[in-house]
DNA sequence: GTAGGGTTAG
């Protein structure tokens, strides 16, 4: 080095010791100002700040003989001071500002000083240069490491997972301690936001950086991959971490049981709960409501019981959430003697009712038509301080627009609306399938271009509203339009969707399209149904083809379907008509013997045949 | 900071 430059660098260094000195002084004047009379003096005399500069405003900060509430007074002053725009806070300074939180414990603020520099645009810089300033102005590891984990937090907390997953790399290429609860926390907010599909490879990070696995994170990814139907590839995971150490307690085991019980698929089901007795795990209430919904999803009621039974002689308490089920499968057996008194129940054991379990019940006095009583238990809820919610108000919508009150269900709805309530997908289609019901197809039509007018976007159950109200009004070149538009828009047409149309083409008598349909239903894996079927066999009946019919009727009772009522009045009506009353009688035999009661249309059907081939020599009894 | 509950279309 040569002398001039020598001198040169010296000349820095004094200056710079000089300034620095000069910048201490300036400080320690602030910090007694403030210590000694707040912002008062800056407030009246801005000229005060004048010299400010970061140095400096870092040395107020940092200073630990002023106390942390002067401190963030002093830094919120700055950040907000307008005539302060220059010396507003830069990055370093917030970090500072950080530290100096970090120092006295409060996370909380940190946080939120956190997420301000995130949403800055002059603040926010790239994650890496960001920590690397930190490591660089603070020489406590700990802190850094901690200021990760809260930078990572704060991203999650605000569905920046790429900012999130930046900090995650730079934790784990310094070796940082990953803590597991944030993990989780990022793992719950993926599912939050429809990213299921990323929790398993965020998983697979978390085991290769070393975060110390738990059960808790394991069952979250477990579930995940059940919610996207992947049941087995949850389960192999189950054992992978078990051999790994990581034991699959009883909400894992619940999480896979739920999975497998939406598949109806006894064989699983009971291969699950072998596997829960070998390992020990005891049932809790959320098993038994997972086991309760099976057994009265696939009718058998009394095995849903037996577990009720068995839950309380093993002395498992019931919750909310097991009652709600319970009060809604009676409900739905039209029991509704019995699920007052489970709500009785509920209630004597302590347990606070909420709006599931109101919601639960209101919708079996809905389906009852005791629509007074459900009015009242509406008020019940209201006077215990629930509020009555978008499903609440949509069961009751539903109920009144089941019996044809329109006029109520319109009152009640601008009730609500004036409470601030927003119709949604639900709302929109109750009142115009209400308004369809009585076939006032304008005006169920107008609900459904109300939505779109609202923003609303439709699903598969508007379209298939819409179309089926097309089909009504015999216009199947638009409800084949809306079929296709509907497709267009991603919204996979399902059973329902095309039995609407079905029927539509079969009113129409256009039986060959029909069957196209029927066939294009099938090669999308959507099983056609008792009402596919009864609308063929109507088609075919309606113009003369008994055979056609009777080949159809045979060929669903051969698919295990069950004819009700409708099917089996348009097959009696359609062999009644060709004459073929013994046929006729025959079914109708059957269809008493399977429990159904005759309705008018059968009765004409049958009479009329006698008219018209003498007498019927059949027996019917 | 892990699981289970109430509403819609033929």
Not at 109 to 122: A, P, R, S, T
Not at 314 to 343: G, P
């Amino acid at each position: 080095m040569s002398t001039q430059k020598l001198s040169q660098v010296l000349e820095k260094a004094l200056s710079r010791n000089s300034t620095s000195l000069k910048n201490q002084n300036k400080a320690a004047e602030i910090t007694q100002t403030l210590i000694n009379s707040g912002l008062k003096p800056f407030k009246t005399n801005p000229s005060l700040l004048s010299n400010l500069n970061s140095n400096i405003i870092n040395l107020i900060i940092s200073n630990p003989n002023l106390p942390l509430h002067s401190c963030t007074i002093f830094f919120n002053f700055l950040k907000t001071n307008f005539s302060l725009a220059s010396q507003k806070p830069n990055l370093k300074t917030h970090l500072t500002f950080i530290l100096r939180l970090y120092k006295d414990g409060k996370f909380k603020e940190i946080k939120e000083v956190l997420k301000f520099i995130i949403f800055d645009d002059n603040l926010r810089y790239p994650v890496e240069e960001m920590f690397s300033l930190v490591g660089f102005e603070c020489n406590d590891s700990n802190f850094l490491q901690k200021f990760c984990d809260f930078f990572f937090r704060v991203c999650v907390d605000n569905k920046m997972f790429e900012e999130a997953s930046g900090a995650f790399d730079y934790m784990e290429r310094m070796g940082f301690k990953i803590d597991e609860g944030s993990c989780i926390l990022y793992l719950i907010a993926l599912r939050k936001c429809g990213k299921g599909d990323s929790l398993l490879g965020f998983f697979r990070r978390m085991i290769e950086s070393g975060v110390e696995i738990s059960v808790y994170s394991m069952t979250i990814v477990i579930d995940g991959l059940c919610n996207r139907g992947e049941v087995e590839k949850g389960r192999e995971l189950m054992n992978e971490m078990v051999s790994k150490g990581v034991m699959a307690n009883v909400i894992t085991y619940n999480t896979i049981l739920n999975a497998y019980v939406k598949t109806k698929d006894f064989e699983v089901v009971s291969e699950v709960l072998r596997l829960m007795e070998e390992e020990k795990v005891e049932y809790n209430a959320a098993t038994y409501t997972v086991l309760i919904e099976y057994f009265e999803c696939v009718g058998k009621h009394e095995e849903a019981e037996k577990m009720f039974d068995e839950m309380r002689e093993r002395r498992v308490e019931a919750d909310v959430h097991l009652y709600t089920s319970m009060i809604s499968w009676q409900c739905r057996r039209r029991n509704i003697k019995r699920a007052f008194a489970l709500f009785d129940q509920l209630n004597e054991k302590g347990l606070v009712p909420n709006a599931h379990v109101y919601g639960a019940l209101i919708d079996g006095l809905c389906k009852t038509g005791q629509m007074e009583a459900a009015q009242m238990l509406v008020n019940d809820m209201q006077s215990q301080g629930i509020v009555v919610n978008q499903v609440v108000v949509n069961t009751l919508l539903h109920g009144y627009c089941k019996k044809g009150m329109m006029d109520d269900a319109l009152r009640l709805l601008a009730v609500m609306e004036k409470k601030g309530f927003e119709p949604d997908v639900f709302t929109y289609n109750i009142m115009a399938s209400g308004m369809s019901r009585l076939k006032r197809h304008g005006e169920a039509k107008r609900w459904l271009f109300m939505m779109v007018e609202k923003q609303v976007i439709p699903n598969v159950v508007n379209f298939t509203t819409l179309i089926h109200i097309h089909c009504k009004e015999g216009n199947i070149v638009e409800a084949k339009r809306l079929f296709q538009q509907m497709q267009r828009r991603g919204e996979r047409p399902n059973t329902i969707t095309y039995n609407a149309l079905i029927d539509g083409y079969t009113k129409k008598g256009e039986m060959k399209d029909a069957y196209k349909l029927r066939n294009e239903m099938e090669a999308k894996g959507r099983i056609p149904d008792i009402y596919t079927y009864t609308s063929l066999v109507h088609g075919e009946c309606n113009y003369g083809k008994v055979d056609e019919a009777m080949k159809l009727f045979n060929e669903m009772c051969q698919k295990g379907l069950v004819p009700n009522v409708v099917t089996y009045t348009a097959i009696i009506s359609g062999l009644c008509k060709d004459g073929r009353s013994d046929e006729a009688f025959r079914l109708y035999n059957e269809m008493i013997s399977m429990g159904h009661m005759p309705d008018q249309r059968v009765y004409s059907s049958l009479v009329g045949s006698l008219y018209t081939t003498g007498v019927n020599s059949s027996g019917c009894n």
